[in-house]
């Protein structure tokens, strides 16, 4: 990994203003420390293996059975205390959450706490209560992120007053903290950062404090909480999600004696600075089954791969992705132009939050074929309506074929969406030509152009309808039809070819929206490298642009480019129906 | 779907039109700041003053847009006329909306989910509609640094001091992660010149202030969460440098809000709109504003925070 860090350990900032000046003053920003570029960041699917978590699991599983969806709480409880928990459950606007009302599914609630009510709760309430034994209910309903109060006096056997708070979420028990110590412990990540297999035990030790901050989990709306070993002036953060019950990342901290205080570490910092530091602002190598590059995420681009090497022959200078292009048929000139790219600092308005994955790539007989790289872009709100999320995937195969591909997986703001997401491949070498084919023959394209894969276009026997490379060096390009096995139904693709002549850029670095949101024919945008005077393309290194246009659906069994949310273990889980595209390159036999 | 990024989004006419111009300079009112008028050019076509705004906040039209309202002094009751004149579309799509006692409109360009409409090299330009004509034009660009492929932003909030008639406006342009180059300008109206400038500071929301009877400006960064004040001398110049006076760190769902502007309430009152900004191009619809409000207590001479 190249890193920028210098050796400065502490992320300052500077501040110097000037008061009445002439000269404009810059404030300097330290780069990325050891810590950000270090932390580690868990996929969003994965499990605790902690005990506890499992033994919740089933707890959970057991309590949503029942017509009461309610973990009681967790700590220990006198009787009063009990007898309040048992008349605030009892209350039909106390638990008026329970329940899904479109699904009927139960939602997944938990009593947090059952305290001494204090004078300050009780401005509300307005009839007669006995202070002393009044108390104050708070259960967290994850599903929704709300928190439901009850104020009841076991005396009257009543409940004085109940109310909910929207986007709240009440003080952690103690039953909660010490699971999300567990889940932390646990985790091999954990283990492996402090360099001992901590136990419970060990973690409240001197050596290895154990303090339970609050942290958040800003974009899944999960409660989360952080545990934080302390040691020596350093301290390693855990946020744990106690919605999914998992590790979400770890990050170490300086904790010094002298100096600002660190800022909290949450969900948001914990992702997007590992994500910035590792790969926004560096580009990383991967060398993998006779193939190597380099790739990183850009401000507007997507993940950008570069250098591409198949056993040691140049494939690609670049390839990204430029636009996404969304347009809705049901209103005139209604849609976006999105770039994906990095959370911070960029022209994207979809980011990524999660680091780009490697995978290995397996055919239907589950056999390892190739790896793929995939990033995941989304909106803080998805699925819910107007929320995006975009996935881009280069697939890489042993025998040297190669995919560029991507998908929308919704949700939009409609039913009546059109997708364009733009490629831009640059192809290494400069003496290359491009060939379509037509009428039993490949047809040299002698100008930059473009192209619409329609219902009556030709293909060869094997389905390709392009092919481009040089006497050294060629691919055939297979557009989607539907046949690549992973949903797609066919990308009724614009592909363009332009010009990519030394000494000028002709799209190579970062580019701004290329079009507009919504057109519908080949104004997409990689046009304007074309017109108006189309340069000669023989012999000359190329660009291929390839924008695929997805129609999304919502129709029960023929879901296209779409996502909705389902009730799933008493939480809100997303059901995903993603539309790849993307040309497959097949090397030319010579 | 509201578009509200950085917009002043419901601007009823007619604003108040007192102006006070007070002798003292060293105590100075709340109500010396309300001067705002509408422009002659609103009732000329036909608007009603009192439920016709105007808007930047409109998905689906970019530009400034006139708007009367079905109710007076309810902007969210039905738009039952809109008006645009094809010169409001020239700065893309914008954010501010300032008026000063002429009823002169100064707004500037903000992009909106991409950059296609809003070239980096005009985000820093503060444009100017004409009172009378209605005629939107460029008036002055800031000389600051254009707004890059890694920040997009350029002008970002507006606030006009009546007593002195300066506009004061916060810009981010130019900066990048490592190199804060935001800065906010005080610009005499009378004669388009920039008085007075803070550099070095990505400066976003900003209001004015009266506090101990003395005039301050309040902003807050693009990098955190922090409210800085800086007190204005009677010429609108920056008296003082800008200290940390307060904070937002740590309120609301997000605990890190940035502050997307400040309303000097007639209660003495601040309220800080705040909200989740990272220079990117997010949607605005997924940028929720909170508003936090703080009162001044003058025992500790500190801003407290209310609800």
């Known amino acids: 990994m190249k890193l920028k860090s210098s050796a400065a350990l502490i992320f300052f900032t500077a501040i110097f203003f000037s008061c009445s000046n002439n000269n404009n003053t810059v404030t300097k920003h330290a780069p990325y420390n050891a810590e950000a570029v270090n932390a580690i960041l868990l996929d969003v699917d994965s499990i605790s293996n902690a005990t506890e978590a499992i033994s919740r699991a089933e707890k959970i599983k057991a309590v949503l059975q029942t017509s009461i969806p309610v973990l009681l709480c967790g700590d220990s409880l006198n009787n009063n205390q009990q007898t309040a928990q048992q008349l605030a459950l009892a209350d039909t606007v106390f638990t008026q959450y329970f329940f899904d009302p479109y699904s009927k599914k139960p939602f997944l609630n938990e009593v947090f706490g059952v305290y001494p009510a204090r004078q300050s709760d009780m401005p509300m309430v307005k009839i007669a209560y006995n202070l002393p034994t009044t108390f104050k209910v708070e259960m967290y309903n994850y599903a929704l992120n709300n928190t439901a109060i009850a104020l009841v006096d076991v005396q009257q056997q009543k409940v004085l007053h109940r109310y909910v708070l929207p986007k709240t979420q009440p003080d952690v028990s103690g039953y909660l903290k010490k699971l999300a110590i567990n889940i932390a412990i646990e985790s091999k990540e954990v283990q492996n950062a402090l360099g001992i297999k901590p136990t419970e035990k060990d973690a409240l030790m001197a050596s290895t404090q154990t303090a339970l901050n609050r942290s ?37 901290t300086n904790t010094g004696s002298t100096g600002p205080a660190e800022k909290l570490i949450t969900e948001r910092r914990l992702q997007d600075d590992k994500i910035t530091s590792c790969y926004c602002e560096v580009e990383q190598t991967l060398k993998r089954n006779g193939w190597d590059m380099q790739y990183m995420l850009t401000s507007s681009d997507g993940l950008r791969i570069s250098n591409v090497n198949f056993n040691g022959n140049p494939v690609l200078k670049s390839a990204k992705l430029v636009d996404w292009h969304v347009s809705y048929s049901g209103t005139d000139g209604f849609g976006y132009s999105d770039a994906v790219g990095c959370p911070y600092f960029s022209q994207s308005a979809v980011v990524a939050w999660e680091i780009p994955k490697i995978a290995e790539l397996k055919n239907d007989n589950n056999e390892t074929v190739g790896f793929v790289l995939e990033q995941v872009f989304r909106s803080e709100g998805w699925p819910t309506p107007c929320n995006y ?18 998908a929308s997986i919704g949700r939009g703001c409609g039913n009546t969406g059109t997708y364009r997401p733009v490629f831009r491949i640059a192809f290494a070498g400069n003496q290359n030509n491009f060939y379509q084919w037509q009428q039993n023959n490949w047809s040299q394209w002698q100008t930059e152009k473009w192209n619409e894969q329609t219902a009556l276009s030709d293909y060869t026997a094997e389905g390709y309808m392009y092919k481009v490379g040089n006497n050294n060096n060629s691919y055939f390009i297979e557009p989607g039809k539907g046949q690549f096995g992973d949903g797609g139904r066919g990308d009724f693709s614009f592909l363009y070819v332009t010009k990519n002549a030394a000494g000028k850029d002709e799209g190579e670095s970062d580019l701004p929206t290329i079009g507009p949101c919504c ?26 642009w390839y924008v695929a246009q997805l129609r999304n659906n919502d129709a029960k069994g023929q879901e296209y480019c779409w996502a909705e949310s389902v009730v799933e273990n008493g939480v809100y889980k997303t059901k995903t129906y993603p539309c790849f595209c993307g040309p497959m390159f097949i090397p030319v036999k010579k | 779907m509201n578009k509200n990024f950085f917009s002043i989004t419901n601007l009823l006419l007619p604003l108040a039109a007192c102006c006070f111009f007070s002798c003292k300079e060293e105590v100075v009112e709340y109500q010396t700041n309300i001067c705002k008028q509408m422009p002659q050019f609103v009732r000329q076509m036909g608007f009603p003053p009192g439920n016709s705004f105007f808007s930047t906040t409109d998905t689906r039209k970019m530009g400034l847009v006139l708007k009367q309202s079905a109710q007076v002094n309810n902007p969210n009751a039905g738009i039952v006329k809109e008006y645009q004149h094809p010169s409001w579309r020239s700065g893309g799509w914008l954010a501010p909306i300032l008026l000063d006692e002429q009823g002169n409109i100064y707004t500037a360009p903000a992009p909106f989910v991409n950059v296609l409409n809003n070239p980096n090299n005009k985000n820093n330009t503060i444009f100017k509609v004409d009172n009378q004509t209605g005629i939107m034009q460029e008036w002055l660009p800031l000389p600051q640094q254009d707004s890059t492929i890694q920040n997009p932003f350029g002008i970002i909030g507006m606030v006009y001091l009546c007593e002195t008639q300066t506009l004061y406006v916060s810009s981010v342009a130019g900066s990048d992660r490592q190199n804060e180059r935001g800065a906010i300008y005080a610009v005499d109206i009378k004669s388009k010149k920039i008085i007075d400038k803070i550099t070095g500071t990505d400066a976003m929301g900003m209001g004015i202030s009266y506090t101990e009877g003395k005039r301050k400006l309040y902003f807050g960064t693009g990098r955190s969460s922090d409210i800085y004040a800086v007190l204005l001398s009677k010429e609108g110049k920056f008296a003082t440098k800008p200290a940390v006076s307060f904070s937002v760190a740590g309120l609301g769902e997000r ?21 989740e900004f990272n220079y990117n191009l997010i949607a605005p619809r997924e940028k929720q504003e909170t508003p936090y409000q703080f009162s001044y207590d003058e025992e500790t001479a500190a801003w407290v925070f209310i609800k």
Request: net charge positive.
């Open chain 1, 389 to 406: 999320n975009y996935r881009q995937r280069y697939e890489f195969y042993n025998d040297g074929r190669f995919r560029t591909a991507c």
């Open chain 2, 255 to 275: 605990g890190d809000d940035k502050v997307r502007r400040i309303f000097n309430n007639k209660d003495g009152t601040l309220t800080v709109a705040g909200f």
């Open chain 1, 519 to 544: 057109n519908t024919d080949y104004h997409q945008g990689p046009e304007k490298f074309i017109e108006p005077n189309a340069e000669n393309i023989t012999n000359s290194g190329l660009v291929v």
């Open chain 1, 216 to 252: 958040r989990c800003e974009r899944s709306k999960h409660l989360c909480v952080a545990p934080t070993f302390i040691k020596g002036d350093k301290a390693l953060w855990a946020i744990v999600d106690l919605t999914d019950s998992r590790l979400v990342g770890i990050r170490w």
